[in-house]
């Protein structure tokens, strides 16, 4: 039984092409999220969503957008892809926000070419 | 500029042997967290310690906090190969925008048989 299950897994696509990567959660959550990790291993908070409230980290471009179907679901969007958005993209989940234990998906490579 | 820092960037120890993690941190905090990425997988949470509290135990695991230096330690005793991953320290950091944990860049621990 996945927890965060995130599709899709690796992804390879052109410069300037948009993409989706698509996340669930069957924990019941309240709070999603989207985390970037580069080459080196850094992770960093892309966005924080619940019913009430989408919070952009302001360093985001927004060529990124997510988007929530409902509750249990949080899409990534990205427009006009660069070479610099190749990373591997985490979807997550807590059941509030703030600073409780947070359960990650698997990662979705992508890698802009 | 992202919250805690781990250190060493890279450990590497025989099994059997403890292993020695260390975190340091910028700002007040409720918690920190420790996470265990194994290679291509999501992070996974490790253990929670509370501002208030200056050391728990999980197993094999022995977190350490120091509020007034900032810092947290992770300890792994009687290493076994399955260790081998990158641990990573979390806090809450709502500076840049999003409401979610920070973390650092890492501890990269090899053990080897």
């Known amino acids: 039984d996945t927890a965060v299950s995130q599709t899709p897994k690796y992804l390879v696509t052109q410069m300037g092409n948009d993409k989706s990567i698509k996340c669930e959660q069957n924990l019941g959550h309240d709070t999603m999220y989207w985390y970037k990790q580069d080459s080196k291993k850094f992770l960093k908070i892309m966005f924080s969503?619940?019913?009430?409230?989408?919070?952009i980290n302001e360093t985001v471009p927004n060529r990124f957008s997510p988007k929530s179907p409902d509750k249990a679901h949080l899409n990534l969007h990205i427009n006009s892809l660069e070479l610099g958005d190749s990373a591997v993209y985490f979807c997550?989940?807590?059941?509030?926000?703030?600073?409780?234990?947070?359960?990650f998906g698997e990662g979705s490579w992508l890698t802009v070419v | 500029s992202q919250q805690g820092e781990e250190d060493p960037q890279a450990l590497s120890i025989q099994e059997g042997e403890n292993a020695t993690m260390n975190c340091s941190y910028k700002t007040s905090i409720n918690n920190l967290q420790w996470y265990r990425q194994n290679s291509g997988r999501g992070l996974v949470h490790l253990i929670l310690i509370r501002s208030n509290e200056r050391e728990k135990h999980s197993g094999r695991l022995r977190v350490t906090l120091d509020t007034s230096k900032k810092s947290s330690s992770l300890l792994i005793t009687a290493s076994r190969a399955a260790d081998t991953a990158s641990y990573f320290c979390?806090?809450?950091?709502?500076?840049?925008?999003?409401?979610?944990?920070?973390f650092g860049k890492g501890t990269h621990l090899i053990i080897q048989p």
């Open positions: 969503y619940n019913n009430k409230e989408l919070i």
């Open positions: 979390a806090t809450l950091y709502s500076g840049g925008g999003a409401d979610g944990l920070t």
């Open positions: 997550a989940s807590s059941p509030r926000g703030g600073g409780n234990t947070i359960y």
